[in-house]
């Protein structure tokens, strides 16, 4: 089905007759064919201005001399237009090429395995021990979940690392509070909350009692130095907070293959720093140990606070070394919000001067902030959106519309599971992701407008026609059917598919795809009130069935990659 391919290599051919040798490869013609933005000008387009100075022709003389020669077998017409050399596809031989490949990929289609034998490890979601997860940790963890399944449909080994924040001297105020005023069953019953509570207390009593901020201190050298109970009790507080968060993966069916966090690097700092001495790159600063980077325009990375302790970035730059050297990696991902832009570059430029020429291989997914109806979050002030909570109210949500429009669905609450968190991610995953996101309910469950319950109805309308059509086997397909534009444009669609996918996956944009979804979509209603896809005619009914089964197929693929499950019904 590579019409790109084959046009190149006709391409080649005609070129070879006109003029002979050139230096210019198949391959470099098909990287020049060109998507025309309105099928009247063809399928694809070659814009012989390009061409101009390889073969030394004007471009009218180069379109014209190579539609003379072109061999336009399988072609509805190739034609010669203002320097432009246009390819228009036989309409029927078009629709049965695209929609037996997405046929034939049984479930799979635009699935390579351009990455077999390489590694990607993207760290996402990242959480902190402590707090519970809100909506502020919603797209790390669905750009890094979406942009996992994206690497692994193109034949990659993925390793997906929730790089625990667990690591800072809260955590020894927490052992204090807890050992003052603690309770075993409330904080084992009232969980993160609980914890919550005792840290808010520390706070408020540490202004009138200096004694507890040493306590604190204490409690936090006791967890550095291994001591068994300071440890013992901080890993109870990680084991609160993962199974609090386990909920919220399961229920947007995020998992990842490993949770080393910030304290799994407490004893792999050391040789960094010393390495990062006898470099010369280590300067001190106020009693602190720093990396100049001036001369990148960027503040100093502070590697060893005065008091000796290490820093965030140190912990990256020993964790950058670590995924290093264990997996090997193609790339390294970082999703993490823009605020943190200065940080990795900072560590990506340390590693640079350390002379890692992997260091070239890390990349920054960065992204934007997410508000709720028009509130920005803001902990300090109480504005916080637990995930739990607003995806607990998106299922809800869900299942009273479904109780308003379709009431004898079965298995209503498994659907309105399935819509209300698709339509949380959906939403999540819906622009660019440098863009901030205003979360309002109204967008995200409108079955109208571009919205995973709009692109799900789409799904389960392909599925409802499957169901009409019966069991019995289908007549031989008449493609000509498939002529009209309705049809073409899903046609059209489903082609550009696993060329999308290459395109996201360069950008690390899963937006992309789940903006093909609603295209497709939108097409697939279109070809549905045009055209009767039960004809009488049961070659017609044939074609139009097939190009439902495509077009169900590779909305559901679209949806599952950026961690959407599709209903049959709804
Ligand atoms: N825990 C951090 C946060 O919530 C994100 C960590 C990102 N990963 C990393 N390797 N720095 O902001």
């Not at 990795?344 to 997914?365: P, S, T, Y």
Request: with cysteine; glycine share 8%; charged share 25%.
């Amino acid at each position: 089905m590579d019409f790109r391919q084959m046009i190149a290599q006709r391409v080649w051919q005609a070129a070879q007759d006109a003029y002979g040798e050139s230096a210019l490869t198949a391959a470099d013609y098909g990287a020049l064919l060109e998507l025309p933005p309105d099928p009247a000008m063809g399928d694809y387009a070659l814009p012989c201005f390009k061409l101009a100075k390889s073969l030394r022709k004007p471009p009218v003389a180069i379109a014209e001399a190579l539609a003379a020669r072109v061999s336009a077998e399988g072609f509805e017409r190739v034609e010669a237009v203002k320097g432009y050399l246009n390819f228009y596809l036989d309409r029927a031989e078009y629709a049965r090429a695209v929609v037996e490949a997405v046929l034939a990929a049984n479930g799979r289609y635009g699935a390579s395995d351009a990455g077999r034998g390489k590694t990607i490890v993207i760290d996402y979601s990242s959480i902190n021990i402590a707090k519970r997860f809100h909506i502020g940790h919603l797209s790390t963890t669905m750009l890094g979940n979406a942009l996992y399944r994206m690497y692994k449909y193109a034949g990659y080994t993925c390793v997906g690392v929730n790089h625990l924040g667990d690591w800072g001297t809260q955590f020894g105020k927490m052992i204090a509070a807890y050992k003052r005023w603690g309770n075993h069953e409330e904080v084992e019953a009232g969980g993160i909350a609980e914890l919550t509570k005792l840290y808010v207390r520390f706070d408020e009593e540490a202004q009138k009692d200096p004694a507890l901020a040493e306590e604190g201190r204490a409690w936090f050298k006791a967890i550095e130095d291994g001591n068994e109970e300071a440890l013992s009790i901080f890993n109870w507080f990680k084991e609160l907070t993962l199974k609090d968060a386990a909920r919220v993966y399961d229920m947007l069916g995020v998992t990842f293959d490993s949770y080393a966090g910030e304290s799994f690097y407490n004893d792999k700092m050391q040789p960094i720093v010393e390495e990062l001495r006898e470099k010369g790159l280590l300067v001190e600063s106020d009693g602190a140990q720093i990396v100049d980077l001036s001369a990148y325009d960027m503040p100093p990375a502070i590697i060893l606070r005065s008091d000796g302790a290490t820093l965030y970035v140190t912990r990256d730059l020993a964790a950058a070394q670590y995924r290093h050297d264990t997996y090997h990696f193609e790339k390294c991902l970082y999703v993490v919000a823009y605020q943190q832009d200065l940080h990795f570059k900072q560590l990506f430029k340390v590693l640079e001067l350390m002379g890692r020429d992997w260091a070239k291989d890390m990349v920054h997914i960065s992204y934007g902030m997410v508000s709720y109806e028009g509130q920005a979050m803001a902990t300090r002030k109480g504005h916080v959106v637990y995930l739990e909570d607003l995806l607990n109210l998106a299922v809800e949500k869900a299942l009273s519309i479904i109780n308003e429009k379709n009431p004898g669905l079965e298995n209503k609450e498994a659907i309105a599971r399935q819509i209300g968190v698709g339509a949380v991610i959906f939403f999540d995953l819906y622009n660019n992701r440098i863009k901030d996101i205003d979360f309002y309910w109204d967008r995200a469950l409108n079955f109208d407008g571009e919205t995973a319950p709009y692109v799900m109805y789409t799904h389960a309308r392909c599925a409802s026609v499957l169901r009409k059509a019966g069991a019995e086997a289908d007549a031989a397909p008449d493609y000509a059917a498939l002529s009209d534009a309705d049809a073409q444009n899903v046609v059209r669609l489903l082609e550009q598919f696993p060329g999308l996918l290459g395109e996201a996956l360069e950008r690390g944009e899963p937006s992309m795809i789940t903006r093909y979804s609603v295209d497709l979509a939108q097409a697939f209603n279109k070809f549905y009130y045009e055209q009767r896809i039960l004809d009488d005619d049961g070659a017609v009914r044939a074609a139009r069935l097939n190009l439902t089964r495509a077009a169900k197929s590779t909305i559901a693929t679209a949806l599952d990659l950026i961690g959407i499950s599709a209903p049959e019904r709804m």
